[in-house]
């Protein structure tokens, strides 16, 4: 009897303690890294024309002026169809705004999300990474935000979704390709 106790002693203590740590981490994560209370850029929707449209939502409680320089998307997982262009998968929004204290933007990303899918006719689908590159007076900063799971139809969002786990960042090429090789050379390796 003192056994079944304790072993739901035990497993009672490891989910508290699990619970815990998605606790901690949920509110931690709201906290900039970057040393810059108060702002607090987020993917949310708004209204825009009369629709909701997926939006990069600029909240500025500091009370400094900050100017938000670009948004840096990336799409990964994309599955699309009747596309009219090939996707880069990539694509950037400068916004050049500067946002005052205790103020706040939104910023549609629908025209950037749609081109960098390729600008598909039909519904698509795709998780995208950001990156917002921002200045607080001569100092500059990166914020990585949340991964979202986005469905589309065209211009117009049908549906967004947090992502849990991180999609893999792609990173720039650090080497340049080796020198294309001439056509003597490609005819000698195949004698």
Known sequence: MTTTYGIYL??????????GLRFRNSIGGSEPVDG?????????????????????????????????????????????EDQTANASCRETLRIRQTIEAEDA????????????????????????????????????????LADYRIRMIGLTASGAQRERKRTPRRQPATHMPAEPQGIAAVAAKFK
């Open 10 to 19: 035990l497993v009672f203590g490891a989910a508290v303690f699990y619970l």
């Open 36 to 80: 810059v209370p108060g702002f607090r850029p987020r993917i949310g929707f708004s209204r825009f024309d009369g629709m909701q449209s997926i939006s990069l939502v600029l909240e500025n409680e500091s009370t400094e002026r900050i100017r938000v320089e670009e948004i840096e998307i990336s799409l990964t997982d994309l599955i699309a």
């Open 105 to 144: 933007l939104p910023i549609s990303l629908a025209g950037v999300i749609y081109k960098a899918a390729g600008d598909p006719q039909r519904e698509y689908s795709c998780t995208m990474s950001s990156v917002l590159r921002f200045r607080i007076g001569d100092e500059s900063f990166e914020r990585n």
